[in-house]
């Protein structure tokens, strides 16, 4: 089938590398001529795992890059609509892309065509995109609005499209709802892993085929919001039961393992930390509210969601505080600066917040991250320098902090580690090591809902003279 793709972004960018792989033409739409000239130089403008191999097996073949979105819409037969719906001021999702690309759409169509929103949208934006369209002078008869929402996690994405956990098609037109069933045939029928065993590796748990879910537009719509919200309900849960662990001298990776053991609620987004971050749990959560709020329900779990989020941050700082006395003229290593490990983004970043408050307090930081570098120094200023490796970020500094869950931070030499601090510090906010392991090394240990592991008594005598 013949797809357009408008948005090359974090959704837009794999969902057209996927569907080129399931054997779908494809044109990837933006606007941005830089990003344009990169893609099609075979550069990969963000860290995804799979996501380079796809586009250099499809690209110029089965993928193409255009910056008309006019010629895209007259190719196709279906064009996603994957551009960026940022948050307002009051919560609600800044919709004014999305619009642009509805009218633009209506003044292209040549015949019949299904757009799909694939942006994180509230509910009754396949309405205004169907009226806008109208307005524009598009005929009813030649267009349907479909919503096909995605679940996909940020440096899991590749895998997430082609094993997913489900597939949600939101359609009030029965051809509508057939042309996009044909276009997730290969998942949903199982042909795709049948001729491409291997090629992306198949996840733990993968559901084989994918499981096709049919409903209403508005449906799928608000499937979206409420299934982001729940799993930010659940990160703030478990944060919350860790502060009444550290309370009790109780430990919430055993009070985590006995909940999530619980086939009823399940271990996934149990881990306790510094709190979500990224494009998808902030936004969708604050947009959830006003749109419960614009139906006339408060929904006061949401705010409770985000006000617990954000107290996680500060009581991250207030161990900081705790383990170094005083923060003035320390000199702090931070390991990450993405939101979460295995990619790039650094939007809504628990990392980014704290390291702009240490900043504040005139700390400086060094950092380090294998991905997100490039585009912290982008947007953090003040009294930060950035490390080509773990352990130059660790050479002389007062405390080493863990930020961001990368795999490789699980795996540090801390022998080598404990020998370049000036302190045996580490404060861990991602709870990527066992209390023995910190206790074995000689480490001062801080983490989230647990027991401090504190020095032997003649070492902390040694440090505090010092």
Not at 302 to 328: C, H, P, S, Y
Not at 337 to 343: D, N, P, S, V
């Amino acid at each position: 089938m013949k797809i357009a793709v408008v948005g090359s972004g974090y959704v837009g960018l794999v969902a057209s590398a996927c569907f080129a792989e399931l054997g779908h033409e494809v044109i990837c739409v933006d606007n941005d001529p830089e990003k344009l000239a990169a893609l099609v130089r075979g550069e990969t403008p963000i860290h995804e795992q799979y996501l380079p191999e796809l586009l250099a097996r499809h690209r110029g073949q089965r993928l193409k890059f255009s910056a008309s979105l006019p010629e895209a819409v007259r190719a196709s037969s279906v064009v996603f609509v994957a551009v960026g719906t940022p948050p307002r001021e009051t919560g609600d999702a800044d919709l004014s892309y999305v619009e642009a690309v509805a009218r633009e759409i209506a003044q292209s169509l040549n015949g019949y065509k299904v757009v799909v929103e694939k942006s994180t949208v509230p509910v009754y934006t396949s309405e205004w995109i169907r009226r806008v369209m109208q307005l524009t002078g598009a005929k009813a008869a030649d267009f349907d609005v479909v919503s096909n929402p995605e679940f996909l996690r940020e440096g899991t994405a590749v895998s997430d499209f082609l094993y997913p956990d489900r597939i949600v098609i939101g359609a009030d037109s029965e051809r509508a709802a057939q042309i996009l069933q044909e276009i997730y045939a290969p998942l949903t029928k199982g042909t795709y892993y049948a001729r491409s065993a291997g090629v992306i590796p198949e996840p733990p748990g993968a559901k084989i085929p994918a499981q096709l879910i049919l409903t209403s537009a508005k449906s799928a719509e608000l499937i979206k919001h409420a299934s982001n919200a729940f799993l930010a309900l659940k990160i703030s849960f478990i944060n919350a039961v860790a502060n009444v662990c550290e309370a009790v001298d109780a430990d919430v990776e055993q009070v985590a393992l006995g909940i999530g053991t619980d086939s009823r609620i399940g271990k996934r987004f149990l881990r306790a930390g510094i709190g979500y971050g990224g494009s998808c749990f902030p936004k969708d959560v604050a947009a959830f509210r006003s749109v419960a709020r614009e139906c006339g329900y408060d929904f006061p779990m949401l705010q409770e969601i985000i006000r617990v989020n954000d107290e996680q941050r500060k009581r991250f700082l207030k161990k900081v505080r705790t383990a170094l006395w005083t923060l003035r003229g320390k000199r702090l290593a931070v390991l990450g600066l993405a939101y979460k490990g295995g990619t790039d983004d650094i939007r809504e970043s628990p990392a980014l917040d704290i390291i702009r408050s240490l900043l504040s307090e005139q700390c400086s930081v060094v950092a380090y991250d294998p991905a997100a570098t490039e585009r912290a120094q982008q947007v953090i200023t003040g009294d930060i320098t950035y490390a080509e490796d773990p352990y130059q970020a660790a050479v002389g500094a007062d405390a080493l902090l863990i930020l961001t869950d990368w795999e490789g931070f699980a795996a540090l030499d801390l022998a080598r580690i404990k020998s370049l601090l000036r302190y045996p510090i580490v404060i861990d906010g991602r709870n990527l090591y066992s209390r023995e392991t910190m206790q074995k090394e000689g480490l001062l240990y801080v983490s989230v809902g647990r027991a401090t592991v504190e020095l032997e008594s003649s070492r902390a005598s040694a440090l505090a003279k010092e």
